[in-house]
């Protein structure tokens, strides 16, 4: 059944899409279900050009799929498109391991799919395997994380760079990195205003090929091979909610001309649905559009090893083609019974921009964790004192039972801070967002940020002013880290990175977004800080438990034991967190004020000790800088008079005002209870 076409030998191909290297050479294949005729265009992998277009002979055609092996084809020498009949669009193909064309960032790609064909030696890998509950996750993005002329490292904003730091995240304590997107994105798509690009990637165009710009596919791999060899999982935010085609006025790449009304969702019109607020909204729940996502995973999984993935806007993910979100979307269903996904973590970002918001009712399948914006929003509202939230707060410092009832406290991602919005020193040093430089007129990005200046908006020199933005970054990350449930931090907190008040600096390829690695040094003392809550945690497993605790589990507390105020006035949560063996007590005070608390009675055989004081952290033990004696306070306020003497540990303490401590039950031979 082989034939001649423009002087290549062709015979029948696998209907496996894509492009597979075969010993007689490469087969082709992609689907539509509505082109009539299709045709392959090798291209020169150099520059481009068309060097012959090849049509796919029908009686090669399988259903809906056209294929066809080029024999004694080299993917070296070529690289390739595919054309509908009748259309002058080159088409990349969805499936292409690897795309040409963009690998030198910020010039503007022209693509093309190519044949990667590189042997990756895996050696003894293995994933970690952490059970969701003991995860530390730290968000960053590839570029930005390593770009600044500070990192130091010999390929700045590519995975190779990225390498370089591994040291550093194992040092922190962090075991889960959560990378924005990687997938191959044009970071020049930015239309309007003022020259920007797209530093965080959320317009994908090759969902199957690594960012070229980061780094080549077998840096990929060798990556996430040092990571896991370091203990370290890694998590993808994958985008599947939309693409970079957009709505009509977007390029051609891909989806849209091999077949528009499968990939995406149309109103009755002809036009695109924009739940993503990008221009378009793909389909998933088509039984297609659900094959393709499901090939993509697996392949990252299966290529890539890597641990989980995050998805971009997932409620999109549970809508069906009329738009309306269904009650069992079967996308969701069969990654959470996928074999090849079984011990993948499943993250959801559980809204859309179409108004969708599922934080705690988002179709689990006993599977899927969820970033939990709700507990964000307390945390925050709480750190400003607002009416309600110390209630509010201690649901979600317990795992929020009143979302994940019968999920456990794995299900809730906990965090105070990620990529879209305020960094954690911006969150406490402006009131209002500051986007000017978006070109945009300072209206994108989030209004509602419930942050506080503490006196002064931006940078100031004030001593009062920047010791208090300091103790409430201090109580954010304290309060995060004991909280049940799978906290999260953003890359570059733990040291007081700034973007200078901007709350949506996804346009910002410069000193906004990129970490600054001087301030790691400057504040080494928080950096110490981080780590050490972060060991805390892992000492502690009743913070790590996978259940919501119960009334034997957690003990409320006000200014005497066992008495809360829960009105709406109140600034003051404090938390007994019990487990077999092990006890931590949380206080935590929002007024500006003082305010004693006398604490309960330790375990039996037990004493307080004082682990952190976020009103004096150089005075905790173990901390960097003069250490003090255990249990032992700076002079003014924080831990109080009410002590007992003679190593007999704390019997009652007086927090300041914006502060907080954290306690540990201790037996006379030093271990926990």
């Known amino acids: 059944m082989t034939r001649w076409l423009d002087g290549f030998r062709v015979g029948p191909g696998l209907p496996a899409l894509g492009a597979t290297v075969r010993d007689d050479g ?115 993005n590839v570029r930005g994380f390593t770009r600044h002329p500070s990192s130091g490292v010999a390929e700045p904003g590519t995975v190779a760079g990225l390498r370089e730091k591994i040291p550093y995240l194992r040092e922190l304590g962090v075991n889960c990195v959560e990378l924005l997107p990687v997938f191959e994105f044009d970071e020049t798509d930015i239309a309007g205003g003022p020259p920007r690009l797209n530093t965080w990637g959320y317009h994908t165009v090759g969902f199957f090929a690594p960012k070229a710009s980061y780094g080549s596919p077998r840096e990929f791999k060798e990556l996430v091979r040092d990571l896991h060899a370091a203990g370290i999982e890694v998590v993808l935010d994958v985008v599947f909610n939309h693409t970079g085609e957009g709505d009509h006025r977007g390029p051609t790449q891909s989806f849209r001309g091999l077949d528009n009304g499968t990939y995406y969702l149309l109103t009755p019109d002809g036009d695109y649905y924009n739940f993503s607020g990008t221009g378009n909204t793909v389909n998933c729940n088509h039984p297609v559009v659900r094959e393709f996502i499901l090939d993509c995973l697996r392949h990252w999984v299966v290529e890539y090893h890597v641990d989980g993935f995050r998805f971009d806007l997932a409620s999109i993910l549970t809508r069906g083609e009329d738009g309306a979100p269904l009650a069992n979307p079967p996308l969701l269903e069969e990654m959470a019974h996928d074999p090849v996904l079984a011990d993948r973590k499943l993250i959801a970002e559980a ?196 259940s919501h605790p119960g ?62 004081d976020t009103a004096h952290p150089a005075d905790e033990p173990g901390a960097e800088g003069e250490p003090g004696a255990e249990g032992e306070s700076g002079p003014e306020g924080g831990l109080g008079p009410e002590r007992a003497s003679g190593g007999e540990g704390v019997t009652g303490l007086v927090l300041a005002g914006k502060s907080v401590v954290v306690l540990e039950a201790r037996t006379s031979e030093g271990g926990v209870r």
């Open 351 to 546: 809204w859309d921009a179409g108004g969708l918001y599922q934080v705690g009712s988002f179709p689990d399948y006993g599977r899927w964790l969820e970033w939990n914006g709700q507990y964000r929003d307390a945390l925050r509202r709480f750190l400003v004192a607002r009416p309600g939230s110390a209630g509010e707060l201690a649901t979600r410092l317990v795992g929020s039972p009143d979302l994940y009832a019968g999920r456990g406290t794995r299900a809730s991602v906990n965090f105070v801070t990620c990529h879209d919005g305020f960094t954690l020193a911006d969150l406490v040093s402006y009131n209002e967002k500051h986007n000017e430089a978006n070109g945009e007129g300072n209206r994108d990005g989030h209004d509602a940020n419930e942050s506080w200046n503490c006196g002064w908006e931006g940078p100031t020199d004030s001593p009062e002013v920047l010791a208090l933005r300091a103790r409430q970054v201090r109580n954010a990350l304290a309060l995060l880290l004991v909280s049940h449930g799978v906290p999260m931090l953003l890359a570059g907190d733990e040291f007081g990175r700034t973007q200078q008040g901007n709350n949506n600096a996804y346009c910002q390829d410069n000193d906004l977004t990129w970490v600054d690695w001087a301030l790691a040094g400057k504040n080494a003392g928080l950096v110490a800080f981080v780590r050490r809550l972060v060991e805390f945690r892992r000492r502690h497993p009743v913070l790590r438990r996978a």
């Open 551 to 612: 009334e034997d589990g957690v003990r409320w507390h006000g200014v005497e034991p066992g008495m809360p105020d829960w009105s709406a006035e109140s600034r003051l949560l404090a938390a007994e967190l019990r487990g077999e063996g092990d006890t931590v007590f949380v206080a935590a005070n929002t007024d500006l004020a003082p305010v004693a608390v006398r604490l309960p009675d330790p375990p039996e055989g037990a004493r307080w000790h004082v682990f952190a």
């Open 26 to 140: 490469i087969s082709f294949a992609v689907r539509s279900g509505s082109a009539d005729r299709m045709w392959l265009a090798l291209l020169d992998p150099e520059r481009g050009d068309v060097l012959t277009e090849l049509p796919f002979p029908d009686e090669y055609r399988v259903g809906d799929v056209f294929t066809m092996t080029v024999l004694g084809l080299d993917p070296d020498l070529v690289h390739y498109a595919f054309r509908v009949d009748g259309t002058d669009d080159l088409l990349l193909d969805p499936y292409a391991k690897a795309l040409a064309g963009g690998e030198t960032w910020g010039a503007r790609p022209r693509y093309r799919s190519r044949v990667p064909r590189d042997s990756f030696d895996w050696g003894e890998d293995r994933p970690p395997g952490i059970p969701a509950e003991d995860l530390v996750v730290y968000e960053l």
